[in-house]
């Protein structure tokens, strides 16, 4: 089996995340891709909403794809999330699988600066959607892929909840709901 992974605080989901792990389902024949949540991101300070809520938030926003799963091994886990602990744990539950970590041309710039990275690229191929600026030096062995680019941001959400602006078409209805029932991101 071919598994693509998608890690992220998912503060909350979105439809960019949705778009970006079918691209790559697409693109390299993936049979499934896994959203996992982190606990707590070693490069991001940033007010996170609980980590159960963004679980439940990433299981409603995917319930309607079979090809989609969400694991909650990293909130499991606790602490800082680092990818290679991630990826190890998943080697060792799908020891004959091909693995594939989706990232963004963004996170990829500073792929170096990421715990253990060389083994990262040991385990899994790196799949990186290009985004703003190329990369001139592919040192890593990335593949890269094109993905419809669309200017939402899960801050961009966070910062409209807070001014009351409507947060429709930007997040699955059902994560909508959710925010407004627990009062998120006031």
Sequence with gaps: MRIGILGGTFNPPHIGHLILA???KDKFNLDKIFFIPVYLPPHKDIPLAKPEDRLEMVRLSIKDNESFECLDIEVKRGGKSFTIDTLKELKKMYPHD?????????????FSSWKDYEEIVKIAKVLVARRGEPIKDNKFGFL????????VSSSLIRERIKKGLSIRYFIHPEVEKFIKERKLYQ
């Design 144 to 151: 890269f892929f094109d993905v419809i680019q669309i200017g």
């Design 98 to 110: 091909h693995l594939f970590l989706i990232i963004g041309s963004d996170l990829a710039r500073d």
């Design 22 to 24: 079918e691209e790559a």
